[in-house]
């Protein structure tokens, strides 16, 4: 069971490096633009995170303010995602730029939470 949980703590960890890889993809061509792939990966943080939340195994003490915080960080990166997709094709144009340094900030901010905290 500490093996399944610790694959499940590997593809959270993944989610996060694939949204933040994507952002730093984007940003080192200076196109500024949100992507499937960012919203691919923090769907994956989202669904690993929702499932290492649950008392599994028995003995496991969670850390609610930890799982607390990093919810309301994904929900705010996605909403930023979200406005940033909505945007992109209406206008055609790229996110505002402080738009897309907040997603890749808060990117690093949770991933670091997850293995700091």
Known sequence: ???LRNVVVLLHITGF????????????????RTTRLMDYGLLLSLLTG???????????????PKIGTKLVILIVIGGLLGMGSVRQKRTGEAVP???????????????GIAVLW
Request: glycine share 6%.
């Open 50 to 64: 929702l499932a290492l939340a649950a008392p599994w195994p028995a003995g496991i003490e969670l850390n609610y």
């Open 1 to 3: 069971m500490e093996l």
């Open 97 to 111: 730029r402080a738009m897309f340094a907040s997603v890749g900030i808060l990117v690093f901010i949770a991933a």
């Open 17 to 32: 490096a694939v949204t933040f890889g994507a952002w730093a993809a984007e940003a080192a061509a200076r196109r500024f």
